[in-house]
């Protein structure tokens, strides 16, 4: 056997199916037989199956089969009536409503035990594993100490527990849902080749039981192993989902990290870039500017006071630029005490606007500092209408061609006490 690709054939396979029940095989085989026969079949099929899909395409072939086999063998029947024939079509209703209610979240276990009572079931009752059990041959099966009542029915009345109810094993036959008048129940497994899920109780006439009870456990038990398989499915797909959220939310991380600046947290060279370029093609005809900035003497901070203090100058001056710029302006530092701007601006003065700005928080910052050393930042500035034309590279050096005009014509020192020059480092 081997898996593909292509869609199975399923009503061919059906056909194929039905010719062989026709060429009485029955009639050599008994019925429970075939049906370890088919659970073997269909338990190697979905193993070698790659897709979820697939595996479930071949659980619902199999109950088919299982439909064909008792709608076969009630052909055959001499007292095959109009009861038979509803409750043949009850029990196979198990495994549609056991897929439809997983879909719908409704009680799937309630509409099983409304299925057994449609079947003139007198009372029954449904025990399931708290987890399935594996058991590779009648001999190595261990009772578990606990099972779980799922549902139960007794006449009229429905009893359905979501997470059911805890009973000693030893208890099954007198757990407090039991009817009050004498019982008889049939005790039958609820098992899948190698997995048992429970087991199920049944007051049934014999020839009742006789009769229905491979199309019973066979519906149910493949029921439940199709459930089984669809709530794997889905919790696949849930880890599928989280795995994709988690991925994306570190990509988003990552991708952040790789465009800001580790010391001062604005953005880096390639930061500034993609965000300028996004934002000229947005704001077409609209006027903007590019502001290079550069620390003064930070050279001198560094060689005096050490790289510890430089960092820091770093960072407050690149808290100054966040001061002056607004909040959906493009701020970055692109190396060293070298930082860059993009704004949309609408004043006729801004280059004004912006150095006097730059000048007066520089001075508040120093004022306030207990720091020996003042941070002082040189700008240059080039304005330009954004456009698909617009040379990004060419406004770029324009405005560092203004930043060392502006900072040629100074002559500072970063130190508040010029005595302090002794220090410096040799």
Not at 214 to 232: D, F, G, P, V, W
Not at 269 to 279: I, L, P, Q, T
Not at 370 to 385: A, Q
């Amino acid at each position: 056997m081997r898996d593909v690709k292509a869609p199975l054939n399923k009503n061919l396979l059906i056909f194929k199916f039905n010719t062989l029940l026709k060429c009485n095989i029955l009639d050599f085989i008994y019925v429970d037989n075939l049906n370890f026969v088919l659970s073997v079949l269909c338990d190697k099929a979905v193993s070698i199956s790659q897709s979820s899909e697939r595996k479930e395409e071949i659980y619902r072939i199999f109950m088919e089969f299982y439909k064909e086999i008792i709608s076969f063998e009630n052909l055959k029947s001499k007292d095959y009536s109009g009861n038979i024939k509803g409750n043949v079509r009850y029990a196979n209703s198990i495994i549609g409503n056991m897929i439809d209610s997983f879909q719908t979240n409704s009680k799937t276990q309630l509409n099983i035990m409304q299925s057994l009572k449609a079947m003139n079931i007198r009372s029954s009752y449904l025990y399931l594993h708290e987890n399935t059990v594996i058991s590779k041959s009648r001999y190595d099966y261990v009772q578990p100490a606990y099972e779980m009542l799922s549902s139960c029915h007794i006449g009229d009345k429905f009893r359905s527990f979501s997470k059911g109810k805890k009973v000693k094993s030893q208890y099954l036959f007198r757990n407090d849902y039991m009817p009050d008048s004498r019982f008889t129940f049939i005790a039958s497994p609820v098992f899948c080749s190698e997995e048992n899920y429970g087991l199920l109780l049944l007051d049934i006439d014999t020839d009742d039981y006789n009769f229905y009870n491979s199309i019973i456990t066979s519906q149910l038990s493949y029921a439940i192993k199709l459930r089984n398989m669809l709530e794997e499915q889905k919790a696949v797909q849930t880890n599928l989902r989280e795995s994709l959220s988690e991925a994306t939310s570190n990509n988003v991380i990552l991708n952040k990290i790789s465009k800001s600046d580790e010391l001062t947290g604005v953005y880096n060279r390639r930061g500034f870039m993609e965000n300028v370029v996004d934002s000229i093609k947005k704001n077409c005809g609209k006027r903007a500017a590019i502001i290079y900035a550069d620390m003064d003497k930070l050279k001198q901070i560094n060689d005096i006071f050490g790289h510890d203090e430089g960092d820091y100058a770093i960072k407050k001056a690149a808290e100054i630029l966040g001061l002056c710029m607004r909040t959906n302006d493009i701020i970055a530092r692109f190396g060293g005490d070298e930082f860059a701007a993009f704004a949309l601006i609408h004043e006729n003065d801004f280059s004004t606007i912006l150095y006097n700005r730059i000048e007066d928080a520089c001075t508040d910052v120093n004022n306030s500092s207990d720091k020996p050393y003042n941070i002082n930042i040189s700008v240059g500035v080039c304005e330009f209408i954004c456009s698909s034309d617009a040379d990004l590279t060419t406004i770029m050096n324009e405005a560092d061609k203004h930043l060392y005009e502006n900072k040629r014509y100074k002559n500072v020192t970063a130190l508040k006490n010029p005595e302090d020059i002794h220090k410096m480092k040799k």
